[in-house]
């Protein structure tokens, strides 16, 4: 089943997103306090103890929403990249092991976080590229710093790092993958 909502539609017919969300419960028979208590055990969500009536989410549930959401958009289908978790781990095994000097931050990541990244760029930024022109970026990158890893970014953040408070995205592996596209046009 695909459910998409429209936040547009909702408010022309004077429905908030949760209101349509408690809606949505009913209209597939489920039990809100029975789904709230699996969360809870689940650990994925708890009751605010604050607010009468609303849940607290952690930062892993809030990431694992962030995730569902980004791996059922359309946009991935019509990407050339069929699975970006193997492309993820291959992104991975060029970039070096360990953490980087003089932090706790693993150079690599997790094959989750770097998908992730690797998808949001197609989701949210409309950015299409290959298997191949991702490959060729992060080798190009690693290599650039060879000598001195010291200003070398973490994979995740080569990939994608966005800064929350305006809105605004720095990807280095967005702009060598499309130096990259233009030296090529340039070579015909």
């Keep these: 089943m695909r459910i998409t909502i429209d936040t547009d539609i909702l408010s ?28 809870v055990d689940k650990k994925l969500a708890d009751i605010d103890k604050y607010t009468m009536g609303s849940i607290v ?9 962030a995730r569902l959401l980004t791996e059922a958009d359309e946009r991935l289908k019509k990407s050339p990249i069929k699975d970006f978790y193997r ?17 706790t931050y693993p150079w690599r990541g997790t ?20 298997e191949d022109e991702a490959i060729r970026a992060t080798r190009e990158y690693v290599s650039d710093f060879k000598s001195d890893r010291s200003h070398m970014k973490l994979l995740k953040y080569f990939i994608l790092r966005t800064n929350k408070d305006k809105h605004e995205i ?8 499309e130096n990259n596209r233009w030296s090529n046009l340039g070579e015909r």
């Design 87 to 103: 492309l993820a781990a291959v992104l991975r095994n060029l970039y070096p092991d360990g953490n980087k000097a003089g932090t």
């Design 57 to 65: 989410l952690s930062g892993n549930s809030k990431d694992l929403i």
């Design 170 to 177: 720095e990807s280095d592996f967005m702009s060598i993958v």
């Design 12 to 39: 022309r017919n004077n429905i908030s997103l949760g209101e349509f969300l408690v809606l949505l419960l009913g209209y597939n028979n489920c039990n809100f306090d029975k789904c709230f208590g699996s969360l």
């Design 111 to 130: 094959v989750e976080e770097i998908a992730q990244k690797l998808m949001v760029l197609v989701t949210m930024h409309g950015f299409i590229y290959t």
